[in-house]
């Protein structure tokens, strides 16, 4: 969810670089949680269908906002970003902790990405979403008040979400109690591994995803270059040099982005044959390092 890599990967810097920006964008987000309809569409109207049929909720992410619906029914929602942009974009979805304000979020964001992650409830979104391609997550979520992120680096390495790319949602009672579809694949997330799906035979699938903490966690998928194995990647991600000129060695495909402790989300994937990993950039609050930089990075093959 955080400090995707556009240049060869290296251990990142907290939010000192971009806190300015972060926080001139809050008048922004605050403007729009009152009422200011910006370029969002429409509320999604509720569905007439059954309490446990899945709803879609359709995001178009461009450079550097989202267009969504202001408001939805709480319950099952598969979630698709549509990446309208020229740079990839995410869609993490997170619902507010009871008493915090998007003025606490992106306050703690510009200093501490880790304080400003503690303030949310993680229920995913598709994230490494190419421009020109959709990807799909889907998750039950609670009523409350939710913010869409991209965390995603621009190339001036400011993330997305410091120059406007966050955009409220308010997810409207009753809660509906159901469980997310299971997937035709699944694999657990837990500190700091990636258990159960290292295979994957090409084209679509849906993957359901478990986080069995005891942190939040993602999985970014990445596709591999020619001769690089995911073996390679953490000394590229604990590497004190300057890293190299020129783009990293892998580029992303696709994912979900963090999940709670506990929950169990489904992403969809439509992948070609080839070497891929799993990624988590969630950064852990004793050490600030991205997941990945203590080992979670996890081999797949797509065959």
Same mark, same amino acid.
């Given at each position: 969810?955080?400090?995707?890599?556009?240049?060869?990967?290296?251990?990142?810097?907290?939010?000192?670089?971009?806190?300015?920006?972060?926080?001139?964008? +809050?008048?922004?987000?605050?403007?729009?949680? =009152?009422?200011? @309809? &910006? =370029?969002? !569409?429409?509320?999604?109207?509720?569905?007439?269908?059954?309490?446990?049929?899945?709803?879609?909720? !359709?995001? @178009?992410?461009?450079?550097? !906002?989202?267009? !969504?619906?202001?408001?939805?029914?709480? &319950?099952?929602?598969?979630?698709?970003?549509? #990446?309208?942009?020229?740079?990839?974009?995410?869609?993490?979805?997170?619902?507010?902790?009871?008493?915090?304000?998007?003025?606490?979020? $992106?306050?703690?964001?510009?200093?501490?990405?880790?304080?400003?992650?503690?303030?949310?409830?993680?229920?995913?979104?598709? $994230?490494?979403?190419? *421009?020109?391609?959709?990807?799909?997550?889907?998750? #039950?979520?609670?009523?409350?008040?939710?913010?869409?992120?991209?965390?995603? *680096?621009?190339?001036?390495?400011? %993330?997305?979400?410091?120059? &406007?790319?966050?955009? %409220?949602?308010?997810? +409207?009672?009753?809660?509906?109690?159901?469980?997310?579809?299971?997937?035709?694949?699944?694999?657990?997330?837990?500190? /700091?591994?990636?258990?159960?799906?290292?295979?994957?035979?090409?084209?679509?699938? @849906?993957? @359901?995803?478990?986080?069995?903490?005891?942190?939040?966690?993602?999985? +970014?998928?990445?596709?591999?270059?020619?001769?690089?194995?995911?073996?390679?990647?953490?000394?590229?991600? $604990?590497?004190?040099?300057?890293?190299?000129? &020129?783009? *990293?060695?892998? $580029?992303?495909?696709?994912?979900?982005?963090?999940?709670?402790?506990? =929950?169990?989300?489904?992403?969809?994937?439509?992948?070609?044959?080839?070497?891929?990993? /799993?990624?988590?950039?969630?950064?852990? *609050?004793?050490?600030?390092?991205?997941?990945?930089?203590?080992?979670?990075?996890?081999?797949?093959?797509?065959?």
């Amino acid at each position: 969810m955080t400090q995707r890599r556009t240049s060869a990967p290296t251990t990142p810097n907290r939010g000192i670089r971009w806190s300015a920006a972060v926080l001139a964008a +809050t008048a922004l987000l605050v403007a729009a949680c =009152s009422g200011s @309809t &910006g =370029s969002a !569409a429409p509320s999604a109207a509720a569905s007439d269908a059954p309490a446990a049929a899945v709803q879609d909720l !359709a995001i @178009t992410g461009t450079d550097y !906002a989202f267009a !969504a619906p202001a408001s939805i029914p709480a &319950g099952l929602t598969k979630v698709t970003l549509t #990446n309208s942009g020229a740079e990839e974009h995410q869609s993490q979805v997170a619902k507010l902790a009871d008493g915090k304000t998007i003025e606490d979020l $992106t306050a703690a964001l510009a200093t501490d990405e880790s304080a400003g992650i503690a303030m949310l409830e993680l229920a995913g979104g598709p $994230t490494g979403v190419q *421009p020109g391609t959709a990807r799909s997550t889907t998750s #039950n979520l609670a009523p409350g008040a939710y913010v869409f992120l991209c965390f995603v *680096p621009a190339a001036d390495g400011v %993330p997305h979400l410091a120059k &406007g790319m966050i955009a %409220p949602l308010e997810v +409207t009672e009753p809660a509906v109690e159901a469980e997310v579809p299971a997937g035709d694949s699944a694999m657990t997330l837990q500190d /700091f591994a990636f258990v159960g799906l290292d295979t994957l035979s090409a084209g679509p699938h @849906t993957v @359901t995803v478990t986080n069995a903490g005891p942190q939040p966690h993602e999985a +970014t998928i990445v596709k591999l270059a020619d001769g690089v194995a995911a073996t390679d990647l953490l000394a590229m991600f $604990t590497s004190t040099e300057a890293p190299p000129a &020129g783009p *990293p060695p892998f $580029t992303t495909a696709g994912g979900v982005a963090g999940v709670a402790v506990g =929950s169990t989300i489904t992403m969809d994937v439509d992948l070609e044959p080839g070497n891929y990993a /799993f990624l988590c950039f969630v950064p852990d *609050p004793a050490s600030g390092a991205p997941h990945a930089a203590l080992g979670m990075i996890g081999p797949l093959t797509v065959e």
